[in-house]
């Protein structure tokens, strides 16, 4: 990719806000700049929504909400098969936009935008799939007949770290639902949102069905449309600090919410693992997305049998990163996305050191421009470290030893989060006893990926509420009703 290849995509990206099918100014005339993290660069200036932005957003999308639910589930499903179409032929201007405002190596943006098309193509084959049932009443009497309908109008706050396979995520199955909806992607990542719309319009969306009004005043603009009687939808990816203000302030309309929070994940490796498949699967979970992922394994739990050659062998493979800007090919983990990100990354490795973990590889800020972490692992972490209570959000994987079963289900459960667990083993029993046993909404048996369009994603505790993709995330977006008819025959 180069310089005069970026400049042109980024001179072509649409920069407003997209409401009722139109692009247009910030009603206060304001931008905010998006940066480059490898360089601290400014990329663009993006219109920033203000509160009568977010208001008319609601109205494009409140006015379009008959229509577009009397649209038929097929011809919906067919609009989200040609926006899947439409990404994927665009593929590669999707992942630079991606690389250059978030940071991630090319090659992770790539496999994101084949993640975050698959919610299309999934969500348009779900839409006719839309479904009831009539039944006869116990007592043999009335017939019951049970219909699905849409929500209404949604609010979906999408979070910086996947830019388009977030609102992806959220956006598909609104629309296959017959929901229209307004998305508040982050202020840190916008463009990527922004390419999205201009490609669902070329898909054939209707206006005011998909609104986007990037902006960095989140709650002035997306409060009063909380409180507001027409919006019937919340869904939110993003912390568990956020997620309970948003469910609190939903509670006064009642709002439907889906909440994807914080995770905390337990990679836990077994005396019976394959060490060879446990590292490789270690290298995913915590490098994907240079760890800055809700799922990224944040808490490495290994047999004291083994902990030390785990350790060993994971510091070997670690160590062959490639600290470089994402566009460079050689790239394997690209910066943080901001330097208060990198400053709490490297305030938890501190505090750690400090408690009595030692630092075996990286732990040192570097010098330069970019907001550039190394890979980092700690070893003898003990369990009072902060860094085993919160999420990293980096490329920092911080190891302890447990003695048996019961001690592992123990430590991986002693969160306040649910939302991943990793587990290696080769014993099925064990397998199957930890699936019933660790608090968590997913479960990775030896691999270091869960995240499919086709599965449920989300969590338990304090990671979040309702669940999407998968059959289950269409039913976010839709309503039960249930009509009762008087016997036929009597």
Known sequence: MTAAREQELLASLPTGLFIGGEWRESATGATFAVHDPSTGEVLAHVADAAPED???ALDAAASAQASWAATPSRERGEILRRAFELVTARADDFALVMTLEMGKPLAESRAEVGYGAEFLRWFSEEAPRISGRYAT?????NRLLVAKRPVGPSLLITPWNFPLAMATRKIAPALAAGCTSVLKPAALTPLTALLFAEVLREAGVPDGVVNVIPTTRAGAVTGPLIKDARLRKLS???STEVGRRLIADAA????????ELGGNAPFIVFEDADLDAAVDGALIAKLRNGGEACVAANRFLVHESIVDEFSSRLVERMRQTVHARGTDPASTLGPLVDESTREKVAELVGGAVEDGARLVLGGVTPEGAGYFYPATVLVDVPQSARILQEEIFGPVAPITAFRDEDEAVRLANASEYGLVCFAYTRDLNRALRLAERLETGMLGLNTGLVSNPAAPFGG???????REGGFEGIDEYLETTYIGISDPFA
Not at 460 to 465: E, F, I
């Open 236 to 238: 939110f990816t993003g």
């Open 54 to 56: 977010g208001a008319a």
């Open 137 to 141: 009443a116990p007592d043999g009497r």
């Open 252 to 259: 006064d309309q009642v709002l439907r919410v889906s909440m």
């Open 460 to 466: 338990v505790k304090q990671s979040g509420l309702g």
